[in-house]
């Protein structure tokens, strides 16, 4: 039986990172290279991420195409 830890840091903080290191992203990318950390994390806990951050100032959403939105780090 597998045992999982708890990670050191919170998985907006690493989204944070990313969008620091790598700039403006599609959501998809984003999800995915988080993922790739937390495997256990949803599409849903995401967005509830993109959205907390999204009200506190940190990050901005546009719409790109059908479905598809833009993150971008606010500086």
């Known amino acids: 039986m597998p045992i999982k830890t708890w990670k050191t840091r919170p998985a907006y903080?690493?989204?944070l990172e990313i969008l620091k290191k790598k700039g403006a992203m599609a959501d998809?990318?984003?999800?995915?290279?988080?993922?790739?950390?937390?495997?256990?994390?949803?599409?849903?806990?995401?967005?509830?991420f993109l959205m907390q951050l999204e009200i506190s100032g940190k990050i901005r959403t546009t719409s790109m195409a059908r479905g598809r939105r833009r993150v971008e780090l606010v500086t």
């Open 13 to 15: 903080y690493v989204l």
């Open 28 to 48: 998809e990318e984003l999800f995915e290279a988080l993922n790739e950390e937390f495997k256990d994390l949803g599409f849903k806990d995401f967005n509830k």
